[in-house]
């Protein structure tokens, strides 16, 4: 599986390191506001399950499953596949992604949100590819702003493999075709 990468773009070592900074900072911000983090899934679960360790304060968490993409281009489409258990009116709500990328799936999952009326939104990504962007969102905090590539591992898949990656990486060429 290894063999398919072409280059590690964010080694174990700067992830760590990164998503510990973001975990601090959150805490921070959020001290005794108790905030629910609601993890899209799929792409999320490593970094959420990392980043969850590095917050200390009191907060609550719930997941959603989303789809929007099929192999490495945007549909445009996004699906609600799983929607939250918890009630999230007066929360303060932190949308926890692997990737910002045009921005098409966020911008939809905060209207869907904004009718439950939460206190408050704030995104949190794992990667931000501001180049790329189409919707007019942004995120709270981003550990790592990355090129206009098509990346893996970390959480993140090409056509539902690779999440086991412990590392980010861009594929060889010749995977895609
Ligand atoms: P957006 O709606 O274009 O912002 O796409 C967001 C979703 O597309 C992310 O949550 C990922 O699941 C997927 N995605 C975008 N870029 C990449 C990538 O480089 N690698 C893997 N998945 C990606
Ligand atoms: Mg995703």
Known sequence: ??????????????????????????????????????GVLKGCFIFMADLMRRVDIHCSMDFMAVSSY???????AVKINKD???????????????????????????????????????IVTLMDKPSRRKADVYADYSCF?????????????????YRNLPYIGVLKPEIYS
């Open 70 to 76: 099929s192999g490495t281009s945007s549909t445009g």
């Open 1 to 38: 599986m290894q063999g398919d990468i072409e280059k590690v773009l964010i080694s174990q070592d700067e992830i760590e390191r990164h998503v510990a900074e973001v975990g601090r900072k959150i805490s921070e911000d959020f001290a005794g506001k108790d905030p629910i983090f609601v």
């Open 145 to 161: 702003e990355v090129p206009d590539a098509f990346v893996v591992g970390y959480g993140l898949d090409y056509n539902e493999k």
């Open 84 to 122: 939250l258990s918890e009630d999230i009116e007066g929360r303060h709500v932190i949308i926890v992604e692997d990737i910002l990328d045009s921005g098409v799936t966020l911008s939809y999952l905060k209207k869907y949100l904004e009718v439950r009326k939460p206190a408050s939104m704030s």
